[in-house]
């Protein structure tokens, strides 16, 4: 399946007039937020971890020049950004289609290939290797905390005394259990660190981002949705005691939550579980 930006009309409307301004697309992909923003006259600084997009990043370099700088790190790494490299920051979350699609990769069950699941091949360990040293009372919470599985403890000892080292050896092991997809879900999200990441990169964005910048986020699961959603009302709230004279304005306020149109999830039906919700510095 071609790869479809998820709710792009909405971060073009809450991003609003972008001209001259610094983008930092934190989740590059196959490039469609960027593409977006630079066609709107927008200078951009791209993250992505995975090695498999760095020529459609060098493509767009090389149609775009100085105006697209590309980093092949996670996007934690913007803590070492300054606070006067950019202007805006875009989080377009979780598995992109080409990580899905691409079946040597191991992230589908639809596929039969190594149980692999790391979006930076670099990684030292990959979702065999996690199953093979992680304790059954870890990986029990490992799918309990990112996967809400029932029986938690039943599977990780499942997984532990049968060690599966392939996509379908693992589905035929928890076939009975109707929780394959969170099961898939919890384990790609342990080896990729992505709650522990996105949790690092929001707290640099708080501490960096200047006076009218907006961090926009699109997440596609309650877990991360959870995080972006209790991290921006905490940023929007009020600070102090309000019994004293003296009570703290907040440092961001709340913008527009966007959900996917009906017309959207006709031509592009993985942006169903999709939110965007975002935030200015004031």
Same mark, same amino acid.
């Given at each position: 399946m071609k790869h479809i930006p998820v709710l792009l009309n909405s971060v073009l409307t809450t991003l609003g007039d972008i001209r001259n301004r610094t983008v930092v697309d934190c989740t590059f992909g196959a490039g469609g937020y960027s593409r977006a923003f630079l066609e709107r006259g927008a200078n951009i600084i791209a993250f992505d971890r995975d090695t498999n997009v760095i020529q459609d990043a060098e493509n767009l370099k090389s149609e775009y020049g100085e105006r697209f700088k590309f980093i092949n790190k996670d996007f934690a790494e913007i803590k070492n950004l300054s606070e006067y490299d950019f202007d805006d920051v875009v989080f377009d979350l979780g598995i992109s289609s080409m990580q899905i699609d691409n079946a040597e990769r191991g992230f589908s069950f639809r596929f039969d290939a190594p149980l692999d699941m790391r979006m930076d091949e670099r990684l030292k360990y990959s979702a065999y290797d996690l199953i093979k040293n992680t304790s059954v009372e870890d990986l029990a919470d490992i799918l309990y905390k990112y996967g809400d599985i029932k029986k938690p403890r039943l599977v990780?000892?499942?997984?532990?005394?049968?060690? &599966?080292?392939?996509?379908?050896e693992l589905k035929d092991l928890i076939k009975n259990h109707n929780d394959i997809a969170p099961i898939f879900q919890a384990l790609r999200i342990a080896v990729n660190d992505e709650m522990g990441q996105l949790e690092s990169a929001l707290q640099s964005v708080h501490d960096k981002l200047h006076i009218g910048g907006k961090c926009v986020c699109v997440t596609f699961h309650s877990l991360e949705d959870r995080i972006v959603k209790n991290t921006f009302r905490k940023w929007s709230e009020n600070t102090g005691d &309000?019994?004293? &004279?003296?009570?703290?304005?907040?440092?961001?306020k709340l913008l527009k939550t966007y959900t996917p149109s009906d017309e959207e999830l006709e031509y592009n039906p993985r942006a169903r579980s999709a939110h965007m919700r975002a935030v200015e510095k004031v």
């Open positions: 990780a000892n499942i997984l532990k005394e049968k060690m &599966p080292k392939t996509t379908f &309000p019994r004293l &004279p003296t009570v703290f304005e907040p440092d961001y």
